[in-house]
């Protein structure tokens, strides 16, 4: 998984509760990238970092925040849970620019009930 | 956004035969494209990719297509094993970096 882990790799939790999601990364990647992934939907994006202090908002990214505080771990926060954000969640990384190949950690599954 | 699809959902092949996955893609200005593997809990994995000036790539045992024309593209994978039982989806680079990525065909190799 090109150096990636996210932890947790699995988590239930309730409606209203926060939940943050870690990604690490070993590449030393500028980029990086959460993802979710729900049924009959490809990946879509939820924001991605340029940099440290760095972020921008993706296509899906309502109910959702990031923080990348050091170039190698990109945290993805709930500040509220709803099940509509029951999915799996990737974290993805990439080199010197945005457009180059992106690779992909183990994803973590979320359960909000 | 973007619509990358693909034309079955499901493929199913006897191990050994060769396999083709296809994928159709929307945006004619899409520059790079590419294959990944998604094996069951796990993250997609890279496989193969092609830039849009070219129509073929190979690599181990696999096989990319790209055409323009129809904006469609393949993946052959040769001698197909059961370790390549998986969902494989394609995605495309648009402008400004965006991936847009297809929700995949399942792949089942049978014995």
């Known amino acids: 998984d090109a150096g990636i882990t996210q932890s947790p790799r699995h988590k239930v939790t309730e409606t209203g509760t926060p939940v943050t999601l870690r990604c690490h990364q070993t590449?030393?990647?500028?980029?990086m990238y959460w993802y979710r992934q729900d049924p009959g939907h490809g990946l879509r994006l939820i924001h991605y970092s340029y940099g440290v202090k760095d972020t921008d908002k993706g296509e899906v990214s309502d109910g959702y925040s990031v923080s990348r505080s050091k170039t190698e771990d990109f945290l993805l926060t709930l500040e509220s849970a709803t099940s509509s954000q029951t999915s799996v969640y990737f974290c993805?990384?990439?080199?010197?620019?945005?457009?180059?190949?992106?690779?992909f950690g183990p994803g973590t599954r979320l359960t909000v009930l | 956004g973007e619509s990358v699809g693909l034309h079955l959902p499901t493929l199913s092949v006897q191990e050994g035969d060769n396999s083709i996955i296809n994928c159709a893609y929307s945006?004619?200005?899409?520059?790079?494209f590419i294959w990944y593997k998604q094996e069951s809990g796990k993250g997609p994995q890279f496989i193969i990719d092609?830039?849009?000036?070219?129509d073929k790539r190979q690599g181990q045992r696999v096989t990319v297509l790209l055409n323009k024309t129809v904006k469609h593209l393949s993946l052959q994978i040769a001698a197909t094993q059961p370790g390549d039982s998986a969902v494989y989806f394609c995605a495309e680079r648009a402008g400004a970096g965006q991936f847009y990525f297809g929700t995949g065909t399942s792949l089942t190799v049978i014995p």
């Open positions: 590449e030393n990647h500028r980029y």
């Open positions: 945006n004619s200005a899409s520059d790079y």
């Open positions: 993805a990384i990439s080199g010197v620019q945005r457009t180059d190949t992106q690779y």
């Open positions: 092609i830039r849009s000036n070219m």
